[in-house]
């Protein structure tokens, strides 16, 4: 009878182990579950981060190639805004000649030019290209070059008192720089 209380109390502990183990399997086979899970969770994260990385370098891209566009498009007329320049003032200097001393023949040939120097100028307008004024202003290094100065009497110093070659602006962009002489 010993003998089976004690094979009764072996087959017990037999099963209270098993038990055990398979409790330790699914302990372990949970774990690796949660591990398996917290690797894969991750893993999704990195690649929804690089996803938001990606998708933000690309609006930044498109935003940059938008802004290029406009740019180029805004100043497109620039290169023609240079020649035209160069044109109104050759015929600036044409037109500045004293007429008393001119035949009739030469000053009804000024009025042409000057009408065709008025085209020119309205053309440029439409365009957005405009004439820096800075007679009589206060001198902005950023749109104009000083190149002399000189004492006037009643003038304060720093205001511009030439303009020795006319600057241009397109739109809100510097084309040329104003030429100009400058008070002491």
Known sequence: MEEEVMEEKLEDLKEEHEKKNKKLEKQEAETKKDLMIKELSQGIKELQDKYLYQQAEFQNYKRRREDET?????????????????????????????????????????????????????????????????????????????????????????????????GYMIKDKLLRASLVKVSE
């Open 70 to 166: 406009h740019a180029l498009l805004k100043y497109k007329n620039e290169d023609i805004a240079e020649e035209l320049i160069t044109v109104v003032d050759s015929l600036e200097r044409a037109l500045n000649v004293n007429e008393d001393n001119l035949s009739e023949e030469t000053k009804k040939f000024l009025v042409g030019f000057r009408m065709v120097n008025n085209n020119l100028v309205n053309i440029m307008n439409r365009f957005e290209i405009k004439e820096i004024d800075c007679l009589n202003k206060e001198f902005d290094p950023n749109f104009m070059q000083a190149l002399m100065t000189e004492h006037k009497d009643g003038v304060e110093p720093g205001m511009v008192i030439e303009v020795l070659q006319k």
